[in-house]
């Protein structure tokens, strides 16, 4: 049974930071590509940042570029979202995503979920 389950969101000050985790089970985490995606309230669905499966290489999104950065463990099965300089507008639930092989930017290639993690930026 794969799970992802997210953990580190909360409330926080526009201008500071959350480190957000995601622990992964029940795959080969060396296969799957990770994202980071993030839906608030009214909008869709939108891509955040994504890891290539060794870790190598990574994509992020114009609006949290120089802000925001992703990284992973391989030994701990973890993904991980450093945000920082943190804005109202990065309010949203902030959802972890494996695919397989390659990263991508679109929700819909990614084949599991987490339930999602709340980050509230307060202005």
């Known amino acids: 049974q794969v799970q992802l389950v997210e953990s580190g969101g909360g409330l926080v000050q526009a201008g500071g930071s959350l480190r957000l985790a995601c622990e992964v089970s029940?795959?080969?985490?060396?296969?799957?590509?990770m994202g980071w995606f993030r839906q608030a309230p009214g909008k869709e669905r939108e891509f955040a940042a994504a890891?290539?499966?060794?870790?190598?290489?990574?994509l992020l999104a114009d609006s949290v570029k120089g802000r925001f950065t992703i990284s992973r463990d391989s030994a701990k099965k973890m993904v991980y979202l450093q945000m920082n300089s943190l804005k109202a507008d990065d309010t949203a639930v902030y959802y972890c995503?494996?695919?397989?092989?390659?990263?991508?930017?679109?929700?819909?290639?990614?084949?599991?979920w987490g339930q999602g993690t709340q980050v509230t930026v307060s202005s």
């Open positions: 029940g795959l080969t985490f060396s296969q799957y590509a």
């Open positions: 890891i290539s499966r060794s870790g190598g290489s990574f």
């Open positions: 995503a494996a695919r397989q092989f390659l990263a991508t930017t679109r929700a819909y290639d990614y084949s599991y």
